[in-house]
């Protein structure tokens, strides 16, 4: 199928920019409009006459109100109404820019998969994230320029918005068109929906189109939840031709193509069992200028995984990997599947250490998949019967311990256990005791430069220097307290008790009982009720222990409480969980590591603040100069430790070996 004579070039990594011939034609037109025929009018797109400006009025009403039917189609995950809309505008003569195609194709996309979730204006397409709905604006579904020349009408409110959670319960495996639908509904029947009658009546009061009538009784609906429609198969399959004839009319109208249109056809290859087509779609972002996203990649890795090819499946990592798109657990989950199944141990013990990087804690599927691994005959042949051990051991410290990279070591069979870990930091399956992994003082120095570094940059009048100046002067600290996060908790007005109760609480864990830092944004010292008697009398307090910094108006006061706490090497404490775009400035290396060794959560209870303090050993994967494994699973609660479950993965002739079984904990399954 071919995309037409289109180029694009790069002016927002998110924008599919219009084709040259329409530029120019655009610009011919620009010209015309500051030009008067004989009798005064203004030319409008070369059409002179007031009939003409009202033909374009009226196009622009139609396409705009084909805009809004179609994103009422995607909130509720109407297939069958968007197509019809389609048929409708083709027998109208209404042209279709590309924010009304890609609605169209995305719907098309979800219906060839098999599931759609319903969602303001369409959605994004992650595919390898259980059918994650990502967050899209109107600039990623396409150029609304055409319909609003002179930029007057507001689409602000109808451009997606809404993030759909994907479920823990769902599977990488579901994705393939091929599964079988009887073995996998189970895995979709968390809940019932209830649907939309134009959903159950085959949308009836839309008009239909000739080649439509015969469709309602197949547009039927196996299964569903609160999320999500799964679709028959003779549904999936009208949908996947009838979207690609959708984009092979895209292509002939010479719309230009972005990220989501090109991300949707590769999902409708998926749906076909091409990943080579699917892997084709994000090879030619690059040669349009369009930078791919992580959600590309899902639809060609969905494909190689399923089918077992694991070459190719590599091939789709090392593609995002020179294009600096990571792969999240979702996708290594995916690629360590495949691995397990086609018995490559290099690639298993590389993937293992990707996770230990990136993941840190696993899934508990992920989990089932590494356990698979180490129960397999491969994984018992593989290994060194002899190394290096002073190789080995100074090969971990200079890595800053847990791990060394060095390859498989021991041979025979391994003994895949469930444990916890205790508070001496020793597992209680195997005895061997975990590492503690943190920042060493080079790398420690080079993170508070590099958050001071941002925070000067976006700080007003010198406000972060003169913090910086604060902290020489009055440091150093034991423990600083994010006291916004502390004094909001669970409510919505700022209470200074709650504040207070946490510093003397913090207070009691050191010998010294020095005063943590309070950071806190000025206006809430004079916010709501700051006023009155006791709040007042807690801020002197504060104030005259030297442990209150009142940050400026205009600033960011996390910057403020971050970089204190990396500086002292202390405790932070604080439930934020810094996700935000702040953070994500400062990458996803040091960061996390950090966080772990350093951050304290916290709760109320009727007997006051509970802390959740840093845990006893670094939680993430762990290789040891044994050649043993411990494999951090996982929790809603990931600060309530001493009950996290690990997987304990040693050599069955080990001595460190204690014990040849474990009962598996209700909820994850490991096969022996």
Not at 89 to 115: D, F, P, T
Not at 289 to 315: E, Q
Not at 375 to 399: P, V
Request: glycine share 8%; charged share 30%.
């Amino acid at each position: 199928m071919s995309s037409g004579n289109s180029s694009f070039r790069s002016k927002d990594e998110k924008i599919g920019i219009k084709s040259s011939k329409t530029v120019n034609r655009e610009v011919d037109n620009q010209k015309m409009e500051q030009r008067t025929n004989d009798s005064g009018q203004y030319k409008v797109r070369g059409i002179t006459d007031e009939k003409g400006s009202k033909k374009s009025k009226k196009d622009r009403s139609e396409q705009f109100q084909l805009r809004v039917e179609l994103d009422m189609c995607s909130k509720r995950g109407d297939v069958m109404g968007a197509i019809q809309l389609y048929d409708k505008a083709q027998r109208e003569g209404i042209k279709l820019g590309q924010y009304h195609y890609n609605v169209l194709l995305y719907l098309c996309s979800s219906a060839a998969v098999g599931v759609v979730k319903p969602a303001k204006s369409g959605s994004g397409m992650r595919t390898l994230d259980t059918f994650e709905v990502s967050t899209m604006n109107s600039t990623e579904l396409g150029d609304s320029r055409d319909m609003d020349n002179n930029g007057q009408l507001d689409y602000g409110s109808s451009p997606m918005i809404d993030k759909l959670e994907s479920n823990s319960s769902y599977r990488f495996d579901d994705l393939d068109s091929t599964f079988n639908e009887k073995e996998n509904l189970g895995q979709f029947s968390n809940g019932h929906m209830k649907l939309n009658s134009q959903l159950l009546d085959g949308r009836s009061n839309l008009e239909r189109g000739p080649d439509d009538q015969s469709r309602k009784k197949d547009w039927s609906i196996d299964n569903q939840d609160a999320d999500e429609i799964r679709l028959s198969e003779d549904a999936k399959k009208y949908a996947f031709q009838r979207g690609f004839e959708i984009y092979e009319k895209m292509c002939l109208d010479e719309v230009p193509m972005n990220e989501a249109s090109l991300t949707a056809v590769g999902r409708m290859a998926m749906s076909m069992g091409d990943g080579d087509m699917a892997f084709d779609m994000v090879k030619r972002m690059k040669s349009l200028g369009i930078n791919p996203r992580l959600r590309s990649y899902g639809p060609a890795l969905s494909v190689f995984c399923n089918n077992g090819d694991v070459d190719k499946a590599c091939s789709v990592e090392e593609h995002m990997l020179e294009h600096g798109v990571y792969p999240e657990e979702p996708e290594l989950e995916a690629l360590l599947r495949v691995s397990v199944e086609a018995g490559k141990g290099d690639r298993v013990y590389y993937l293992l250490h990707k996770l230990r990087t990136s993941v840190r804690k696993v899934s508990p599927s992920t989990a089932d998949v590494i356990a698979k691994w180490f129960n397999s005959k491969e994984a018992a042949r593989l290994g060194k019967k002899k190394w290096n051990e002073s190789l080995i051991k100074d090969t971990m410290e200079n890595k800053g311990g847990g791990w060394h990279g060095l390859g498989w070591l021991g041979k025979g069979k391994w003994i895949v256990s469930h444990t916890t870990v205790g508070g001496d930091a020793l597992c209680k399956c195997c005895g061997e005791k975990l590492a503690i992994i943190d920042l060493d003082p080079i790398e420690t120095e080079k993170f508070a430069e590099s958050v001071a570094s941002i925070a000067i940059k976006r700080e007003r009048n010198s406000s972060f220097q003169k913090f910086q100046k604060w902290l020489d002067y009055y440091g150093p600290f034991e423990a600083v307290v994010d006291a916004a996060n502390v004094g909001l908790y669970s409510q919505r007005n700022f209470k200074p008790a709650r504040v207070n109760a946490v510093v003397n609480g913090i207070r009691q864990k050191f010998p010294s009982k020095k005063w943590p830092l309070i950071v806190l944004h000025n206006r809430r010292i004079t916010g709501h009720k700051m006023d009155q008697p006791v709040n007042r009398a807690l801020i002197e307090r504060w104030k005259n222990a030297d442990a209150l910094y009142a940050t400026p108006t205009g600033s960011n006061d996390d910057w403020y409480w971050l970089y204190a706490a990396i500086k002292f090497k202390c405790l932070l404490v604080t439930n934020d969980e810094m996700r935000d775009h702040t953070f994500q400035l400062l990458g996803n290396d040091f960061f996390p590591r950090w966080k772990e060794r350093h951050q304290v959560r916290f709760s109320f209870s009727d007997a006051g603040p509970e802390f959740y303090m840093p845990p006893p050993c670094s939680v993430v994967i762990q290789e040891s100069e044994k050649g043993n494994w411990h494999i951090p699973i996982a929790s809603k609660q990931d600060y309530d430790d001493e009950e996290r479950r690990w997987l304990c993965v040693t050599r069955a002739n080990s001595h460190m070996n204690r014990q040849n079984s474990y009962s598996s904990p209700k909820g994850i399954t490991v096969s022996y």
